[in-house]
């Protein structure tokens, strides 16, 4: 099925502000995805010769052109094929999209669907206490923590894939000045630099320099080795730029505001799910935060984010977990008239 033959189904979420567009490809109609496991339909998806922000074009990479693009998305929509997982062991596994293509880990998207799992009845879920939704993502097996009270859900808690540092103090020159930016892999790579050193804040004002800001360091860091992963290149190159900014600590551990830049310009709502892996990574080897404390996390909106460090080992890296709400804002289902002149959208 092709979003142009019928109408393609949805449930639409937003996790702290940040939405997340749901695709069951099963119940959608849609083909299935070709792979053994979700990293393998990642790669289908992206096609060969693609990259995760320049995927080939084919019918299912038409349905995602389709559910972003405006006037049914927009630049900052972001969403996900719901997919087999890789084993028993899982609920489901997902492929997370965006206005450019595909990535290998969403935090957000993570906290979305865990909910989504619940309010459909596709995993069981008392009326109070937590529950354990199980999914695989391109990067690995990610949990998250249904809270629920009352028969609501109240909260969702995500347990992401290790989180390890990748460099430091890397120089990178820009059009504001040069900065020294911190790089860490948590699910997808990112590089941090603090907004201050190019003599910004992070606000909405600020916003266009700030994403200009993002772009440049994402582009002068394309080969830079702290960005390799030892899992190969879908997990490899930096994903998302994140500036960061100190605010009063609290009596849980430091508090920061960020905003994330990632694709090709794109601005992540929240406080970023993953990246809050990464800050974290990056946090506990400067002896920042340990075990028992809590980092606030800010986003450009306001909304806000809780992470901390598991006391759990891993030799692949810190094992993290980040705390947010995500609430559904509706159900679609999406159509292309053949006379619309527009097509499958536009971007601006």
Known sequence: MSAEAAAVRTADYHTAGEPFRIVDTSGAGLPPVPGDTVAERCATAIGPGGSGTAPRRSPLDDVRRFLVQEPRGHAGMYGGFVVPPDDDGAHFGVLFWHKDGYSTACGHGTMALGAWAVDTGRVAAPDDGDVQVRID??????????????????????????????????????????????????????????????????????????????????????????????????????????????????????????????????????????????RLALLAEDGRIGAGEDLLHESVVGTVFTGRVVPVGSPDGLVTEVTGTAYRTGEHAFFRDPQDALGAGFLL
């Open 137 to 278: 993502v391109p990067s690995g097996r990610v949990a998250a923590a249904v809270h629920r009270a009352g028969g609501r859900t109240t909260g969702v808690t995500f347990r992401n894939v290790p989180a390890r540092v990748g460099a430091r103090k890397v120089p990178v020159a820009t059009t504001l000045g040069l900065a020294e930016v911190d790089i860490a892999h948590a699910g997808a790579c990112y590089a941090s630099v603090a907004a201050r050193d190019l003599g910004l804040e992070v606000t909405r004002a600020a916003l266009p320099e700030l994403v200009r800001a993002g772009q440049e360091i994402r582009a002068a860091l394309a080969t830079h080795p702290g960005t390799w992963h030892p899992g190969g290149p879908l997990l490899s190159g930096v994903y998302g730029v994140i500036l960061h900014e100190e605010l009063p600590g609290t009596a849980f551990g430091p508090h920061q505001r960020n905003v994330t830049v990632f694709a090709d310009g794109q601005i992540d709502r929240s406080p970023c799910g993953s990246g809050t892996s990464a």
